[in-house]
């Protein structure tokens, strides 16, 4: 599911842009932006694994509250732009395939992805059910590489050498017009949401694999955590706890997932949608200034019909896979960092209403004009945004008060409404005394970091080293000085 986060709408506009502009030499960028995604992912399932909290509740644990309160405010702001840009693109190509149906309706028919997330995902089910779900999605995702298989046949008179040197670094990338793109192409590629995502979804594995092995502790009527695993009425106050032995088969298999979905889908389809660009449109006179609709013409004039058609599909499937998971993440989003008690359904609803209204606006006010500008400026603010999202994340992830484990079975973490204590089998008094001092969240994830199991053995260690803490800190730099040089540029109007 995390895989779907990043061949989203939004890229159709950064990586036709590219291609239309500089032919193939913006791949470099394509194959750096995934990279830097596999390793901030790489990040985020880590936390997940290992604290038991995704990225919002983290920030809600860990950071003074009105830090907390900001970065809730930013997510919730790209959450709904990249939401926006899932619904123009589903609206666009629902009007590109069946002209009978206006953008405005198309806009308002992207709320039924959010039916099918009602019906079919249930996050407190089994493994199983949620496979089932995923499965579904991952339906979809085919659905769009077909496509775009379907799209790299049709090209002719373009060699694969010259295909490949496009991964190789490129002197225009020191070009404004080239480092705008960039930045466009790493906003739309790395999603802040789907950190969230990822941080979040990983519980459902480390619970099956302790029900499996039979390290859960004997206590009846427990329900698992995590952002989205709750029903909304917290009737339950345990809050589930992995083994050591979860966490690290859940960090073994999640990652190896994340680096191999990552490498074949989403970047075999960002790099074919800017391959398809390249080919077909560099040279073409206006092509660089083509909105979705130009390009699906101009596709079906220098390719064919068939061409046209194929790209109006890939661009369906893409925003309906994509808004699932959006809708998702703006759940974990809104309940691990303000603990929302609405129900599910109603959290759904709500995420994916705000998204839809400004684009049923912006629809009948200016048209497939104002909807071209609204998808643009979605992946700029993206972009601006990763850098305040992704430091909470490689700050938790290499202090130890964070990334620490307690061996042995897993246990749940016991809260009330002002206190929290903890029962690992026999209540563990010491446990007890020291979280009943300390409020909320924090106090039963303090508990649960600083305390020794009853066999004496100490807490295992997680963080990370010295040199992938280095590294996160590069991949933050780099990311901040293309946003600045970014919004540096827009505000020349270059």
């Not at 666009?92 to 149906?101: D, G, R, T």
Request: glycine residues 8%.
């Amino acid at each position: 599911m995390v895989a779907v986060a990043y061949i989203d709408p939004g890229n159709y506009a950064t990586d036709v842009a590219a291609g239309a502009s500089y032919r193939f030499r913006l791949l470099f960028i394509v194959l750096l932006s995934n990279i830097f995604a596999i390793f901030l992912q790489s990040l985020a399932i880590k936390l997940g694994t290992v604290s038991g909290l995704n990225l919002a509740e983290a920030c809600r644990a860990f950071l003074p509250r009105w830090i907390n309160y900001a970065l809730y405010f930013m997510a919730e702001a790209t959450i709904i732009a990249t939401d926006i840009a899932e619904v123009i693109g589903t609206a666009i190509a629902l009007n590109l395939l069946v002209p009978q149906i206006p953008l405005v309706a198309g806009c308002a028919l992207s709320i039924l992805e959010v039916m099918a997330i009602l019906f079919f995902y249930n996050p407190n089910g089994t493994m199983r059910g949620l496979r089932v779900f995923e499965f579904s999605v991952m339906i979809l995702v085919l659905a769009v590489v077909v496509c775009f298989c379907v799209q790299l046949s049709l090209i002719q008179d373009t060699s694969v050498d010259e295909v490949f040197k496009g991964y190789l670094p490129s002197a225009v990338l020191i070009e404004q017009r080239a480092l705008y793109q960039a930045c466009g192409i790493l906003g739309a590629t790395v999603m802040p949401h789907s950190l969230y995502l990822g941080s979040g979804i990983v519980q459902a594995r480390l619970f099956d694999f302790d029900s499996k092995s039979g390290l859960l502790p004997p206590l009846p009527h427990l329900q698992s955590a995590a952002s989205s695993t709750n029903d909304g009425s917290h009737s339950s106050n345990k809050t589930y706890m992995p083994s050591l032995a979860a966490i690290r088969h859940s960090l073994k298999y999640s990652v190896a997932e994340l680096v191999i979905s990552l490498f074949t889908f989403a970047l075999f389809v960002n790099s074919a949608i800017l391959i398809v660009a390249g080919a077909s449109l560099f040279g073409t006179p206006r092509a660089e200034e083509a909105d979705l609709f130009g390009i699906h013409a101009l596709l079906s004039s220098s390719i064919g019909p068939v061409a046209g058609t194929v790209f109006a599909l890939a661009l369906l499937f893409s925003g309906m896979s994509a808004g699932i998971v959006c809708t998702i993440a703006g759940q974990m989003v809104s309940e691990g960092a303000l603990n929302w008690t609405m129900k599910p359904w109603l959290r759904r609803l709500i995420t994916r209403s705000i998204s839809i209204l400004p684009s049923i606006v912006i629809a009948a006010a200016v048209g497939r004009e104002g909807l071209d500008a609204a998808l643009n400026g979605s992946q700029v603010a993206l972009s601006v945004v990763l850098p305040f999202v992704t430091a909470p994340l490689i700050y938790f992830t290499s202090v130890n008060k964070y990334m620490t484990v307690r061996p042995g079975m897993a246990r749940y973490v016991v809260h009330g409404g002002w206190g929290d204590d903890e029962e690992t089998g026999p209540r563990d008094l010491d446990a007890g005394s020291e979280a009943s001092s300390t409020r909320g969240l924090l106090g039963r994830v303090q508990s649960w970091l600083r305390v020794n199991d009853s066999a004496g053995r100490m807490d295992i260690r997680m963080a990370n080293s010295w040199w992938v803490a280095g590294l996160g800190i590069f991949v933050w730099v780099i990311i901040t000085v293309m946003d600045v040089a970014n919004l540096v540029l827009l505000a020349k109007g270059t």
